[in-house]
T-cell receptor, first 113, second 112 residues
Framework: AQSVTQPDIHITVSEGASLELRCNYSYGATPYLFWYVQSPGQGLQLLLK??????LVQGIKGFEAEFKRSQSSFNLRKPSVHWSDAAEYFC???????????FGTGTRLQVFP | EAQVTQNPRYLITVTGKKLTVTCSQN?????MSWYRQDPGLGLRQIYYSMNVEVTDKGDVPEGYKVSRKEKRNFPLILESPSPNQTSLYFC???FGGGPEAFFGQGTRLTVV
């Protein structure tokens, strides 16, 4: 069965530091891959997506993610974190040409000034 | 503005009292779905609909019903809510044939 693993439940970084959130998926072929962010009390906002092509994708708010087929990973990165980036981040996959999203359990990011 | 609108945003109810959470989208999307979000579990799909009058179970459908009589609306019905349905619920829609989903703001449901 398809699954998504976000091994870090909670990450704390200082403002201005770099960030990498990990995501691994289990699927036989290359799925569609997504990162969503959920700010406190808000819905989910799409940060970026990977369907095909260039394995390094740019998203909103200065985020990027790199798809690595050999590692079944789609890690999210940001070179310099801002206090407003504090939120919960979800990695999701959509197996094949379907509309269903399978989510990881989320990583809560805390940013210290 | 393209959006998915859920109502209500917050709801406290008692065990067994039927309730409906509404979801409406203005993007003419074919695919709509409901998810519940629980701590440590992420989001799990409850039901989905690929078009009008076409619905199917997701991963955690027990205790829920849905209907899709119009393309824009996809209400979630809890006929007899129980405390284990206390959760944060999200409605989502997408065009169909591609999974980029737009999410509503969420409905926080508490069943006492």
């Amino acid at each position: 069965a398809q699954s998504v693993t976000q091994p870090d439940i909670h990450i704390t970084v200082s403002e201005g530091a770099s960030l990498e959130l990990r995501c691994n998926y289990s699927y036989g072929a290359t799925p569609y891959l997504f990162w969503y962010v959920q700010s406190p009390g808000q819905g989910l906002q799409l940060l970026l997506k990977y369907f095909s092509g260039d394995t390094l994708v740019q998203g909103i708010k200065g985020f990027e993610a790199e798809f690595k087929r050999s590692q079944s990973s789609f890690n999210l990165r940001k070179p310099s974190v801002h206090w407003s980036d504090a939120a919960e981040y979800f990695c999701a996959v959509a197996p094949g040409n379907t509309d269903k999203l399978i989510f990881g359990t989320g990583t809560r990011l805390q940013v210290f000034p | 503005e393209a959006q998915v609108t859920q109502n209500p945003r917050y709801l406290i109810t008692v065990t067994g009292k039927k309730l409906t959470v509404t979801c409406s989208q203005n993007m003419n999307h074919e695919y709509m779905s409901w998810y519940r979000q629980d701590p440590g579990l992420g989001l799990r799909q409850i039901y989905y609909s690929m078009n009008v009058e076409v619905t199917d179970k997701g991963d955690v459908p027990e205790g829920y019903k849905v209907s899709r009589k119009e393309k824009r609306n996809f209400p979630l019905i809890l006929e007899s809510p129980s405390p284990n349905q206390t959760s944060l619920y999200f409605c989502a829609s997408s065009f169909g044939g591609g999974p980029e989903a737009f999410f509503g703001q969420g409905t926080r449901l508490t069943v006492v």
